[in-house]
């Protein structure tokens, strides 16, 4: 699914809204989910999962390509854990209730 594609579905589920507004809905909620990651604050979204900001100690890699050795620095990554319940629904096994 891309993001125009989002966009269009908020716009169709509220139809009291225009695209215009539809698409500050996306792009203000990405941008504070993008925002709180930056700042190395996990994101939680209940029902949906977590984004998680963890730390990677440096390393010795190798270039796929050449087979050289390269040095990878230290770094922060974001990982996304999905909750039971998005696994359930992804899985076709739902054991909870949705509202």
Known sequence: MTKEE??????????????????????????????????????????????????????MGRNPRTGKEAKITKRQVVTFKPSKIFREMTNNTPKHRTK
């Open 6 to 59: 989002i966009i269009k579905a908020i716009w169709n589920e509220l139809p009291n809204l225009t695209v215009n507004e539809a698409r500050r809905i996306y792009e203000t909620t990405i941008n504070i989910i993008k925002k709180r990651l930056s700042n190395s604050e996990n994101v939680e979204l209940r029902g949906f999962g977590n984004f998680i900001i963890r730390s990677k100690n440096p390393r």
